[in-house]
């Protein structure tokens, strides 16, 4: 009886051990829906849109303080 | 303006650019809890970096104004330490993002262990310290008293930095990457920490992000070298 506990025991823990492991492998959630209809190239356009305005706008700041620096 | 002069501009803005198209689009580890906004790091964590690098020249600049007492390296130590903090601030916000989206939900933190979160502490005490340095500044009304207090509390915030946000974080428990008892390493530093996917779009970030703050604090520098220029030498030094 106390032998068959024990077995009973360790299948236990082995068999967690398989849940733990399974866990692991499970595959990570990705936005691969965005990836895979191209939605995420909008993403990215509008980010670089904005990118471009705000160095624009710096490099006109720059332009300006360069021409009041000449003078 | 001459291209050759702004190189570092372009450069900046390319960096920026790849950050923003790479970072997207390219692949990055899969990880639970995390997902897909371990992009982040190539914003969030670039925040900090850049903050660091700027608070460093910063530091520098205080160091060189106690030297030779000249008023321009002043200017020049206010204006990157204005710039590092609106990083750390920029960096404090997209962590409250990030929070709350990660341990909030996926890892069921509760709001309370988020807050004892030793780096938000550490990181919030260390912009304050720096806020303190711009209230010392704005409270003088004698130049060369200000320039001088403000240079030795400058290097005083510094030095602060490493204990509130680099050493505290990683003796005690903390939520972010390097702590005691994580299998994260130290992130920060060792090669080996990152995945190389990730370290191929986050170097460049920092670079390219670092790069813009130093350029709008440029910005910022000439124009009160402009606005002061009754007070500083009359040939001014090269640097």
């Known amino acids: ?71 | 303006m001459k291209v050759n002069k702004s190189w570092w501009k372009i450069a900046s803005f390319l960096l920026l650019v790849y950050t923003i198209v790479g970072g997207f689009l390219m692949e990055v580890p899969h990880l639970p809890i995390l997902n897909e906004t371990i992009r982040n790091l190539y914003f969030h964590v670039a925040m900090w970096f850049g903050m660091m690098i700027l608070f460093m020249a910063s530091f520098a600049y205080s160091i060189k104004y106690l030297r030779g007492f000249n008023y321009r390296n002043d200017i020049y130590a206010k204006q990157f330490a204005a710039l590092g903090s609106l990083f750390g601030i920029l960096g404090y916000t997209t962590g409250a993002i990030w929070v709350s989206v990660t341990w909030l939900t996926d890892q069921s933190q509760s709001i309370g262990s988020v807050m004892k979160e030793p780096k938000l502490i550490g990181a919030a005490i260390a912009l304050l310290i720096y806020g303190a340095y711009f209230v010392l500044r704005g409270s003088f009304t004698d130049i060369d008293k200000r320039a001088r207090i403000s240079a030795v509390y400058n290097i005083f915030a510094f030095v602060m930095l490493f204990p509130s946000i680099w050493i505290i974080p990683r003796l005690v428990g903390s939520l972010h990457p390097g702590a005691p008892g994580s299998d994260s390493g130290n992130p920060a530093l060792n090669f080996k920490d990152v995945d190389l996917r990730l370290r191929m779009v986050f170097y460049p970030a920092v670079i390219g992000w670092t790069l813009l703050g130093v350029w709008i604090a440029t910005l910022k520098i000439r124009l009160q070298l402009m606005n002061d220029k009754s007070l500083l030498p009359e040939t001014p030094t090269k640097k």
């Not at chain 1, 733990?20 to 990215?44: C, H, L």
């Open chain 1, 1 to 71: 009886m106390k032998y068959q506990k024990k077995i009973g025991l360790l299948l236990l823990v082995l068999s967690n051990a398989v849940l733990v492991f399974a866990q692991d492998n499970k595959p990570v959630e990705m936005a691969d829906v965005m990836r895979s209809n191209g939605k995420i190239y909008v993403v990215v356009a509008i980010c670089l849109t904005i990118l471009i305005g705000l160095f624009l706008y710096v490099w006109n700041i720059d332009r300006k303080i360069s021409k009041l620096e000449k003078e």
